[in-house]
């Protein structure tokens, strides 16, 4: 069977399952799935780093000292004023806290930023609408009747049945696959991650979201 399309997925986690009263329970194992292979994609260590189609793209207003991220956002690359050479400086909240303390009268082009949660913090705050060119990594597509592909389902299937697959065995209660599933669906992810180290020519910078104490 071709996996070329959301509905040909359920129904070859079917097959793979041997069950046919699955219907509503496969596109949660496939929505867990897409959760799980986002996160282990993302990340940048030494064993790989994210693949391309991760990178994504936004430029948008700010017009504030918090603005919120893009809806699909995991975390960022870097981030340009408008007109910019130099990207902004990334840092913590608890250094932006530092210099609002010291230098509490700043405002004007922001310089730095940190991420908090869903949203983005910039210091200086902006006095101006500024436009912003945010390169930044972005959760996976998810399918749907509607959106029926994506880039990992084209390039990847496998990593998409195998990570269904792993995800059926608490819901059928102790599936004795899952030792099989799970060696298949790591060793899927490694690939993909050894060959966004390849195209990605270096380190890539990963910046994960900062949620606030």
């Given at each position: 069977m071709a996996l070329q399309s959301y509905s040909d997925l359920q129904a070859a986690i079917a097959d793979w399952l041997m069950r046919t009263d699955l219907a509503a329970a496969i596109p949660n194992f496939i929505a867990l799935a897409e959760a799980d292979i986002s996160r282990r994609l993302a990340a940048d260590d030494s064993s790989g780093a994210p693949p391309r189609e991760m990178m994504g793209y936004a430029q948008s207003p700010i017009e504030q000292e918090f603005e919120i991220t893009p809806?699909?956002?995991?975390?960022?690359?870097?981030?340009?004023?408008?007109?910019?050479?130099?990207?902004?400086?990334?840092?913590?909240v608890e250094e932006i806290a530092k210099r609002k303390a010291i230098y509490p009268a700043t405002s004007g082009n922001p310089t730095a930023y940190a991420v908090i949660g869903s949203m983005f913090q910039f210091w200086p705050a902006p006095t101006a609408t500024l436009q912003i060119n945010l390169f930044y990594l972005q959760r996976i597509q998810p399918l749907?009747?509607?959106i029926t592909s994506n880039w990992l389902l084209k390039l990847h299937p496998d990593c998409y049945l195998y990570g269904s697959l792993i995800h059926s065995a608490p819901y059928l209660k102790d599936d004795d696959r899952l030792a099989v599933w799970q060696a298949k669906f790591d060793r899927t992810i490694a690939s993909?991650?050894?060959?966004?180290?390849?195209t990605q020519g270096g380190s890539y910078l990963s910046i994960m979201p900062r949620a606030i104490a």
């Open positions: 809806p699909d956002f995991m975390g960022a690359r870097s981030a340009f004023l408008d007109g910019a050479t130099e990207p902004l400086e990334f840092s913590t749907t009747d509607g993909i991650r050894l060959a966004g180290q390849r």
